[in-house]
């Protein structure tokens, strides 16, 4: 009678970070918006439409952290703020107002 027993397959350990690029565009009211770019900073094809003609301001590639701290880096790394329209200083104005 044998008594071997089975090895326990091995514990697979993923090695691989995650890696970010990401680009920023202003959208219509003035925020800052951040989308998915290749390493050159050419915006993935299906972000196109997000950006409806307007341009990426800075991109960069980010790796081994996650996407908010790769995002919270682009936006410091650009020195970029969010630029409100007038429309929209309005309606946040009349919203801070509202709340007091």
Known sequence: MSTKT????????S?????????LFR???GKLVTVYVT?????????KKRLNGNK???YGVYSGMKYSQARK?????S????????????????KAKATK
């Open 15 to 23: 090695t691989t970070k995650p890696r970010w690029s990401l680009g």
């Open 79 to 94: 020195g970029l703020k969010d630029e409100l329209v007038e429309a929209n200083r309005k309606a946040v104005a009349k």
């Open 39 to 47: 390493t050159e900073g050419v915006v993935m094809p299906y972000e």
């Open 73 to 77: 880096r682009l936006l410091a790394d």
């Open 6 to 13: 089975k090895k326990a397959p091995a514990k697979k350990t």
């Open 56 to 58: 990426i301001l800075h």
């Open 27 to 29: 959208n219509a009211s």
